[in-house]
């Protein structure tokens, strides 16, 4: 903390990992010998910078551009662009930091980072964003290459800022080099299934969580928060798999479908006019309601989704799902729960499926996308989404062998912590004092 002054999601998010490791500290001294939490703590490298920009009405803009460039011992830096008012050092720490495990659990080679800026998107002009995206890369691209760096999207960021941001780079540098930036449009070296890939993912893995309890997702109700990528994505796909999701939210207020979420029209109301929620309770009639008061979590539901932000789902809401018969929460987000709403959900006995594992298709989706620019060529649907699918039984067979060779059958928090943990040490101590 002293080190760190003032980074209070960063020091969560190391806490909530280190929590995990005095058993595995135990087991492994050489770890201790070698320094392996100090150095996995501190950034490799740490990018900030200033993002000057012409608004419509030529106001000079300046914002502050980030990239903490965290740990490359599995492979180069992989990690979003987030871009959204609240963005500081010690948001886009936390997110690096998780970042560096959550690779790790997918078994692919790459490393972790992250990046963004304090740039708010909301009401900016098309043109805004472009200038915005193109000053951005003009100052980044010396940090990226497919072997050194290779951010996506997040909050704020997707395939329109990660398109201006590839132009950019590509006339930089004159090389078209695919493999800079994953998140890519299908005409141009994007792979299928990214756009779906994180919201799939969870909800992949929570099936896996409910099959390991004899269960299934079929007629579960279901709530999602947030309605960007990863929750439209997850209600698509917990829908698909017989399950009514019933609610979902923006920064504005909640909404309650009774009939199930209609997904073309939230589709068409959040992708396609970027308009807020409320403009579906508006169009959908008498099934659904708009809420701005009270929280998304009073909603009863067997199944929580958190996929807007973090710290979104804290101890009262725990307290509420809980009392409502919630059976399973599964993180789309990244540390949408507090850490005693973790706390109380796994002492009742709620299965808890942590965004480090439960997230993850995203950026395995990413490093699938990678393998198909490294070798010229694209992949159709189903064998993506196979390839995610089996990618997400893997990290749950991971973290719940984990967590059971731990002696805490079921805690797939401390399973992904050890998990994704172990095989960074190991080649941290591999590759040497670097
Ligand atoms: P989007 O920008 O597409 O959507 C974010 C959603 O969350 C919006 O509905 C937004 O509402 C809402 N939201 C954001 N901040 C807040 C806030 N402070 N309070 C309430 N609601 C908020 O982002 P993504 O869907 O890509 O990301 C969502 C989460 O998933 C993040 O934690 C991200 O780090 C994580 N994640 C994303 C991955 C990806 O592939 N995209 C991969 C792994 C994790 P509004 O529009 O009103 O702001």
Same mark, same amino acid.
Not at 148 to 173: C, S
Not at 231 to 245: H, M, P, Q, R
């Given at each position: 903390?002293? =080190?760190?002054?003032?980074?209070? $999601?960063?020091?969560?998010?190391?806490?909530?990992?280190?929590?995990?490791?005095?058993?595995?500290?135990?087991?492994?001294?050489?770890?201790?010998?070698?320094?392996?939490?100090? =150095?996995?703590? !501190?950034?490799?490298?740490?990018? #900030?910078?200033?993002?000057?920009?012409?608004?419509?009405?030529?106001?000079?803009?300046?914002?502050?551009?980030?990239?903490?460039?965290?740990?490359?011992?599995?492979?180069?830096?992989?990690?979003?662009?987030?871009?959204?008012?609240?963005?500081?050092?010690?948001?886009?720490?936390?997110?690096?930091?998780?970042?560096?495990?959550?690779?790790?659990?997918?078994?692919?080679?790459?490393? @972790?980072?992250?990046?963004?800026?304090?740039?708010?998107?909301?009401?900016?002009?098309?043109?805004?964003?472009?200038?915005?995206?193109?000053?951005?890369?003009?100052? %980044? +691209?010396?940090? %990226?290459?497919?072997?050194?760096?290779?951010?996506?999207?997040?909050?704020?960021?997707?395939?329109?800022?990660?398109?201006?941001?590839?132009?950019?780079?590509?006339? #930089?540098?004159?090389?078209?080099?695919?493999?800079?930036?994953?998140?890519?449009?299908?005409?141009? @070296?994007?792979?299928?299934?990214?756009?779906?890939?994180?919201?799939?993912?969870?909800?992949?893995?929570?099936?896996?969580?409910?099959?390991? =309890?004899?269960?299934?997702?079929?007629? /579960?109700?279901?709530?999602?928060?947030?309605?960007?990528?990863?929750?439209? +994505?997850?209600?698509?796909?917990?829908?698909?798999?017989?399950?009514?999701?019933?609610?979902?939210?923006?920064?504005?207020?909640?909404?309650?479908? $009774?009939?199930?979420?209609?997904?073309?029209?939230?589709?068409?109301?959040?992708?396609?006019?970027?308009?807020?929620?409320?403009?579906?309770?508006?169009?959908?009639?008498?099934?659904?309601?708009?809420?701005?008061?009270?929280?998304?979590?009073?909603?009863?539901?067997?199944?929580?989704?958190?996929?807007?932000?973090?710290?979104?789902?804290?101890? !009262?809401?725990? /307290?509420?799902?809980?009392? *409502?018969?919630?059976?399973?929460?599964?993180?789309?987000?990244?540390?949408?729960?507090?850490?005693?709403?973790?706390?109380?959900?796994?002492?009742?006995?709620?299965?808890?499926?942590?965004?480090?594992?439960? *997230?993850?298709?995203?950026?395995?989706?990413?490093?699938? !996308?990678?393998?198909?620019?490294?070798? /010229?060529?694209?992949?159709?649907? $189903? +064998?993506?989404?196979? =390839? %995610?699918?089996?990618?997400? #039984?893997?990290?749950?067979?991971?973290?719940?062998?984990?967590?059971?060779?731990?002696?805490?059958?079921?805690?797939?928090?401390?399973?992904?912590?050890?998990?994704?943990?172990?095989?960074?040490?190991?080649?941290?101590?591999? %590759?040497?004092?670097?």
């Amino acid at each position: 903390v002293r =080190r760190n002054p003032g980074e209070a $999601e960063f020091h969560q998010a190391v806490k909530e990992v280190f929590e995990s490791l005095s058993p595995v500290l135990k087991r492994n001294p050489q770890y201790v010998d070698a320094a392996v939490l100090e =150095r996995i703590c !501190e950034p490799e490298r740490q990018i #900030i910078f200033r993002v000057p920009w012409m608004d419509d009405e030529n106001n000079v803009q300046i914002n502050r551009g980030f990239r903490v460039e965290f740990s490359s011992v599995l492979g180069p830096y992989k990690g979003g662009l987030r871009f959204h008012p609240s963005v500081y050092l010690g948001i886009i720490k936390f997110l690096g930091f998780e970042q560096i495990f959550k690779n790790s659990l997918t078994g692919m080679p790459i490393g @972790g980072g992250k990046g963004g800026s304090d740039f708010d998107p909301r009401g900016r002009s098309e043109g805004e964003i472009m200038r915005f995206c193109q000053s951005f890369m003009t100052e %980044l +691209y010396r940090h %990226l290459g497919e072997y050194t760096d290779v951010p996506a999207g997040d909050i704020g960021v997707g395939g329109r800022e990660i398109g201006y941001m590839f132009g950019q780079y590509k006339r #930089i540098t004159n090389r078209y080099e695919s493999g800079v930036l994953t998140g890519k449009g299908l005409t141009w @070296g994007g792979s299928l299934v990214r756009t779906e890939a994180t919201g799939f993912g969870t909800v992949f893995f929570t099936e896996e969580m409910a099959k390991a =309890r004899g269960e299934s997702l079929d007629g /579960r109700r279901v709530v999602v928060s947030g309605s960007g990528n990863v929750a439209i +994505y997850a209600a698509e796909k917990a829908t698909e798999l017989g399950a009514k999701v019933v609610g979902c939210s923006d920064s504005s207020g909640f909404i309650v479908d $009774e009939e199930g979420l209609d997904l073309d029209l939230l589709k068409q109301v959040k992708e396609v006019e970027r308009a807020r929620i409320v403009e579906y309770a508006n169009r959908r009639g008498s099934s659904a309601t708009f809420s701005d008061t009270g929280s998304i979590w009073d909603v009863p539901c067997d199944v929580a989704l958190p996929c807007a932000t973090q710290n979104e789902l804290n101890a !009262e809401h725990a /307290r509420t799902l809980i009392k *409502n018969g919630v059976k399973a929460v599964s993180e789309g987000a990244n540390m949408p729960c507090t850490p005693d709403a973790v706390a109380l959900l796994q002492e009742a006995g709620v299965a808890f499926g942590p965004g480090k594992a439960a *997230n993850a298709g995203g950026v395995a989706t990413s490093a699938l !996308e990678m393998q198909q620019n490294a070798s /010229r060529d694209s992949w159709d649907f $189903e +064998y993506t989404e196979q =390839r %995610l699918h089996n990618i997400m #039984i893997d990290i749950h067979e991971r973290c719940a062998e984990t967590a059971e060779e731990y002696g805490t059958p079921g805690n797939y928090v401390l399973g992904a912590n050890i998990a994704g943990f172990t095989k960074v040490a190991d080649a941290v101590i591999a %590759l040497g004092v670097i």
